[in-house]
């Protein structure tokens, strides 16, 4: 058997091992149950890889994302290595014919949703495979009290019935020792291996700033550090807002969220990745494959729904181990937009069926049935027809994907629907007459079966690919083979797939997931009010207050965080200092920003003196977010 490091060179190109790696691959390979908690860009996926290449057989990989497991997989097919991924989607057949592949195509990745595992054709093949190792990605979903819990991960379990002498491996970003404890006992563990690398991050400065203009506060912080930086936003609005703003103040940058397509979101990051945009605007749906080591600065516009996220995004800064920045933007109104953002759009048992119901109707699909059947889904139309509230609406649809009632795959594409309308022999004579669309039609009928006697949905971006146009012209010419009354054309844009797992029950199916999802807006409650206590507590080092909330003790203050400097910077104060203060306000209430223009002091070193003379009682804020002198 060749040794670790010799795989790590052959296919990742690296020398040597990051922390904890070579512990956690050797323990696979002697077959013990392991647990890995790596923070974000430790290189949690190796520790699963590397063992699985050197075993005989095939590993399967239980991931709850979509595009993580199509990420990794095309990363693996790069290097030459046979992997696959059961993504939702597939026919009967489809399912069928991969599973084969696993079982004598000598495969050696399987990539599946824990929901995969609960059908009857996954767990025979499963069986059938000469399995080496089961990884668990994301393993805090098997968990109650893990911040993304998916009840389906519970199912996992099973699949150890099947194969008692093949080893697991759990892994995670974030878990608190209660988390670490459940995962052990749903992947019913043996003697386990905990492996667990410290939170701490030297390089990685935590700042917590207040400020009126988060904008401006932007721009500032930008041009202070200059180096690649993203920044985290509440929607998809705000994105393109802050992006487009960011541009007019010479400051490049580009935006993300998940309604972008593929090819845009490629186009955005490869802007920002090859270092031509300085930044990049996202929502919370830029995270997966990012391996960019040199950013510099993160920035949170909005407040993070709980600490275990925010480690994450904010762990994406500094991973080459130069001075990096995450950065926390607050103000007065923050925690009340949180709370509407978090918890008060989280939906109740009533809201959830409501929602489901709509969606069945939506669908046409009739009782006890709609099991394993796909649909192209309109959320925006969905809402309008229905008159949903968009985002408690989201949030219903998330959860119903999370608890496995259906199956929500956020993508933006272009469907369409045909149906030839004349016989076989005219159809031919029209292309005769009009050979330009000779290639088009000729496509469709050689890929898609029935379209003479159905409508059919066809895939436009496909067809471009192979006849070597571009999809707006494929469009175009279908629209014309409609006007002309050749075909019947729908098209529509879609930014979403719904895949049903369950049939149609209606309440009986919220019945059975409401306990889970009154439990989980517990937990959420709790995580925000985590967040809360860590921007409100500037007394304590917010390197200390992280560390602490994942259960390592005895750790030093940082000497870098907000909270250190601004202790650093009350204890140099001088009476000048406050006197200065003191005299420019004496002549009008005035803004932070028109402070720092009137004096030298920077906006760090303002913020503190100001809340210094709040707390001491010698000046008092206005309504309009200004200051003046106390009166008695």
């Not at 939170?199 to 400020?211: G, I, S």
């Not at 993508?411 to 369409?416: D, I, P, Q, V, W």
Request: with cysteine; charged share 25%.
């Amino acid at each position: 058997m060749k040794h670790p490091i010799e795989i790590l060179e052959h296919y990742w190109g690296f020398s040597e091992f990051k922390p904890q790696q070579e512990a956690i691959i050797e323990a696979v390979l002697t077959n013990d149950d392991c647990i890995a908690l790596l923070p974000t860009g430790g290189g949690k996926s190796v520790c699963f890889q590397i063992p699985a290449l050197l075993k005989k057989g095939i590993c399967i990989v239980v991931s709850p994302l979509i595009a993580l497991m199509q990420d990794q997989v095309n990363t693996l097919k790069e290097k030459g290595i046979k992997a696959m991924a059961l993504t939702s989607g597939l026919s009967y057949e489809d399912v069928d014919r991969m599973l084969d592949n696993c079982i004598f195509g000598n495969y050696k990745f399987l990539y599946l949703s824990p929901e995969r595992l609960q059908q009857d054709l996954v767990q025979k093949r499963i069986k059938e495979m000469n399995v080496n190792l089961i990884a668990v990605d994301e393993a805090h979903c098997i968990s109650q009290w893990g911040h993304d819990f998916r009840p389906a991960y519970r199912s996992i379990k099973f699949i150890r019935t099947l194969h008692p002498n093949v080893s697991v491996i759990g892994l995670t970003a974030s878990a608190t020792t209660k988390v670490v404890e459940d995962i052990c006992v749903q992947l019913d563990c043996i003697a386990p291996q905990i492996f667990k690398t410290s939170f701490h991050r030297p390089n990685l400065a935590y700042l917590t700033l207040d400020c009126e203009d988060k904008y401006f506060k932007t721009v500032q912080i930008l041009k202070k550090y200059s180096g690649p930086s993203i920044i985290y936003v509440r929607n998809r609005k705000a994105t393109l807002e802050i992006s487009n703003y960011l541009n007019t103040k010479g400051i490049t940058s580009g935006f993300y969220h998940g309604g972008l397509n593929s090819k845009e979101k490629d186009t955005q990051f490869e802007l920002w990745s090859n270092n031509q945009n300085q930044v990049i605007v996202a929502t919370n749906a830029f995270g997966m494959g990012i391996d960019k080591a040199n950013v510099q600065t993160v920035i949170h516009h909005n407040l993070p729904e709980s600490l275990e996220s925010y480690y994450q995004e904010a762990g994406r800064a500094g991973r080459n181990n130069e001075n990096a920045y995450a950065v926390i933007l607050r103000n007065t109104v923050d925690e009340m937009n949180s709370k509407n953002q978090y918890i008060t759009t989280l939906p109740d048992t009533a809201v959830l069926k409501k929602v489901y119901k709509r969606l069945c109707n939506y669908f046409q699909i009739s009782y006890g049935e709609g099991i394993d059947t796909t649909h192209s889904f309109n959320f925006k139309e969905f809402c309008s027809t229905y008159n949903l509230p968009s985002i408690l609406t989201y949030n219903a649809l998330k959860i119903l994907d999370r608890t496995s009632v259906i199956s929500l795959e956020e993508r933006f594409k272009n469907t369409a629907f045909i149906q030839i309308k004349i016989g076989n022999t005219a159809l031919f004579n029209y292309i005769e007459k009009h050979p330009k669309k000779a290639r088009i039609i000729k496509l469709i009928l050689r890929s898609y079966e029935g379209v003479f006697d159905h409508s059919t949905e066809i895939f436009t971006q496909v067809i471009a690919k192979k006849s070597k146009l571009e999809e707006a012209v494929v469009i175009s010419e279908l629209k014309a083979l409609h006007k002309a009354e050749i075909i019947q054309f729908e098209a529509s844009k879609t930014d979403a797939q719904i895949t049903f797992i369950e049939p149609r029950e209606d309440d009986k199916t919220i019945h059975r997931i409401s306990k889970i999802v009154t439990q989980q807006h517990d937990v959420k409650k709790a995580q925000l009010q985590t967040v809360f206590d860590y921007i409100k507590n500037d007394g304590v080092c917010k390197s200390q207050k992280l560390l602490s909330y994942f259960e390592e003790k005895n750790s030093k203050r940082c000497g870098i965080c907000s909270s250190c400097l601004d202790q650093s910077k009350r204890n140099s104060f001088s009476e000048s200092d406050i006197e200065t203060l003191l005299n420019l306000l004496k002549i009008e209430p005035l803004s932070s920003r028109k402070l720092e223009t009137l004096s030298t002091f920077d906006s760090d070193t303002l913020t503190i003196l100001l809340t210094s003379l709040l707390e001491r009682g010698l000046i008092e804020l206005t309504d309009r977010n200004t200051y003046k002198l106390k009166t008695s």
